[in-house]
């Protein structure tokens, strides 16, 4: 396995589309990387260009510290998977498997090792007679993965594999795919529209929205941590709650949230508490995650808002409100509430947000710094 460095590539098409901006990222040998962002923010391009499908306009690709950026994809030994399987549908799995090797003239006795290496691997050796049609989609999938994997390649790119495959399927292959590919540390480029499955399978994830690189960081740091505004919309089912609002001072000298004409007291920590003060009376994005945000039955230090949705899923209620007094446009706020409550439209409910997980982000949608 080796390891992958993007320096500054820039891609724009014929016809002047620029799919990708002033990219770098480094993947380490082993590493698994989750490419994730919306459709066309140029995920695949980005494999396409590692793999020599198309060539960077400017910057450097390296796969085991060598460039790239002129070598025919042959050369290069990656693998990618699509979405589609595209497996030859008359022909065996076994063939499926081979065709690959013949494609590079090894020898029979190679061939025959690597297929059974690999059908063991991923739990094929009972299917290795049938064709394409006899198979189950996650059998499917599971053989165009083996038919990467029999090439022993230096690097794995994935482009949304599992995206043709129903919910539950998708869930259980994916939790398959983890376990492989942590078991073979190979070094994996997994693209994908879906934060969850990006989440689950990245040791770390670079998310990307129209061609610039957005964040780049483990899961639970790009969850706790967003670096932005729309890592931190992207990032998390549903996503973090953003608003528009103020902090001021509060009488006892104390900050407090104002949100339209309400105000919320916050009860900071007194390191974030200094960090928070440069902000005073600048107009500002917050972001609350639902599941910091509570019902509160004392007033004093909750939101006035008034229920529009409830989503009643056994363990949760996700429970969709509106700030009163805001404009319609930027008031809604979605909290995940334990177990079920019945709420119904129209009704007042009081929220309290907890001070500790609220972030702040600047009019530039960045991050604030030194809020500890
Ligand atoms: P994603 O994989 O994130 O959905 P893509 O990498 O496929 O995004 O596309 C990124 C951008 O580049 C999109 O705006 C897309 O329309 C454009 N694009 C992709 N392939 C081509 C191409 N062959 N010619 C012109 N534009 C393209």
Wanted: net charge negative; aromatic share 6%; charged share 20%.
């Amino acid at each position: 396995m080796a390891s992958v460095t993007y320096e500054r590539v820039d891609k724009v098409y014929p016809g002047g589309t620029q799919a990708i901006f002033d990219f770098s990222l480094a993947v380490s040998d082993g590493e698994r990387m989750a490419l994730v962002g919306p459709s066309g923010c140029g995920k695949s391009t980005l494999l396409r260009l590692l793999a020599g499908l198309d060539d960077a306009t400017r910057g450097v690709l390296r796969i085991g510290g060598a460039v790239v950026n002129d070598l025919p994809p042959q050369r290069r030994n990656v693998a990618m998977v699509f979405q589609d399987y595209a497996l030859y549908p008359h022909m065996t799995v076994r063939a499926n498997l081979e065709f690959p090797l013949k494609m590079r003239d090894q020898s029979r006795a190679d061939i025959a090792r690597q297929v059974a290496w690999a059908a063991e691997l991923l739990g094929l050796d009972e299917l290795l007679d049938r064709l394409p049609r006899q198979l189950s989609g996650g059998q499917r999938q599971r053989v165009a993965m083996g038919r990467a994997l029999v090439r022993q390649p230096t690097v794995f790119l994935m482009d949304e594999p599992l995206s043709n495959l129903d919910a539950r399927l998708r869930v259980q292959i994916r939790a398959e795919l983890s376990e492989l590919l942590e078991r073979l540390s190979a070094t994996t480029l997994y693209v994908t529209h879906d934060q969850a499955e990006a989440m689950t399978l990245g040791d770390r994830v670079a998310v990307l929205d129209h061609g610039r690189l957005q964040q780049v960081a483990p899961p639970q740091e790009l969850y706790e941590r967003p670096a932005n505004t729309f890592v931190a919309g992207f990032i998390g089912n549903p996503p973090m709650n953003l608003f528009s609002a103020r902090l001021n001072a509060a009488s006892g000298g104390g900050l407090q949230l104002r949100l339209g004409e309400q105000t919320a007291p916050l009860a900071l920590p007194a390191t974030s508490a200094e960090g928070w003060r440069v902000w005073l009376d600048a107009p500002l994005t917050f972001g609350i995650r639902p599941e910091h945000l509570r019902l509160a039955e004392d007033c004093e230090e909750s939101v006035r808002t008034t229920v529009s949705d409830a989503e009643y899923l056994g363990h949760e209620t996700l429970l969709h409100v509106r700030v009163d007094g805001l404009d319609p446009a930027g008031s809604a706020l979605v909290a995940r509430l334990p177990g079920i409550r019945p709420f119904h439209k129209g009704e007042p409910v009081r929220l309290s947000l907890d001070s500790a997980r609220l972030h702040g982000f600047g009019s530039d949608g960045v991050a604030l710094a030194g809020l500890g």
